[in-house]
């Protein structure tokens, strides 16, 4: 079946470092793809999201590249800082639903 | 603008009662969706309301339903509750006519129901 999912379940980065958080999809059909933060007792935070005829789009400090020949996403955050660490979910929608990868685990070491 | 807010934040029900969990969207937003949150199945898609009419639904059973006033906020019920049905519930909003040009969805705090 169709769905999104994530690479590595967990991320370690140093402050300062750059984090990359990887995620696969398989639905051709999705028009946009999106990125979520969440914080501990919190809701998913909108991160940035790239429409489907898009390859890259960067926003303050993180960038997201798709590539679809692989169907592959990306978020790229630059300069890592503490307040980063969160559960990252990509999420895919066509509009009719969203759905979402099971979130990566960023760990930011002082 | 105000985010998205729900209510009760926490709530404690036993098995086979039924709960009534509300949100209220960024002002404007006039699409709300519902999502259940758990560890085991992580975010799925519930419902998505707009203008009062059920859009979109996902691939739960027919004890989760919801609503939508006319003034965009939303309830969902769940009802005959189960065990399975711990989790955190979420609602999220968005403009809903269209993407224009952006598919961000505004989540809420959610709403965490235990079921015993």
């Known amino acids: 079946g169709e769905s999104v999912g994530l690479h590595l379940p967990t991320l370690s980065v140093q402050e300062g470092d750059n984090s990359i958080i990887n995620c696969a999809y398989s639905?051709?059909?999705?028009?946009?793809f999106i990125w979520y933060k969440q914080e501990s007792g919190k809701g998913p935070q909108f991160i940035i999201d790239?429409?489907?005829?898009?390859d890259k789009r960067q926003g303050q400090r993180v960038t997201v590249l798709l590539n679809k020949t692989v169907k592959h996403l990306s978020l790229q955050i630059a300069a890592t800082q503490p307040g980063d660490s969160a559960v990252y979910f990509c999420?895919?929608?066509?509009?009719?639903?969203?759905?979402f990868g099971a979130g990566t685990r960023l760990t930011v070491k002082p | 603008k105000a985010g998205v807010t729900q209510t009760p934040r926490y709530l404690i029900k036993t098995r086979g009662q039924q709960v009534t969990l509300s949100c209220s969207p960024i002002s404007g937003h006039r699409s709300v969706s519902w999502y259940q949150q758990t560890p085991g199945q992580g975010l799925q898609f519930l419902f998505e309301?707009?203008?009062?009419?059920?859009?979109n639904k996902g691939n739960f059973p027919g004890r989760f339903s919801g609503r939508q006033f006319s003034n965009s906020r939303s309830e969902m019920n769940v009802s005959t509750l189960e065990l399975g049905d711990s989790a955190l519930y979420l609602c999220?909003?968005?403009?809903?006519?269209?993407?224009?040009?952006?598919?961000?969805?505004?989540f809420g705090p959610g709403t965490r129901l235990l079921v015993l």
């Open positions: 999220a909003s968005r403009p809903g006519s269209g993407q224009g040009g952006s598919a961000a969805q505004y």
């Open positions: 790239i429409r489907s005829n898009m």
């Open positions: 639905n051709s059909a999705s028009d946009y």
């Open positions: 999420a895919e929608t066509n509009n009719n639903d969203m759905r």
């Open positions: 309301y707009f203008s009062e009419t059920q859009r």
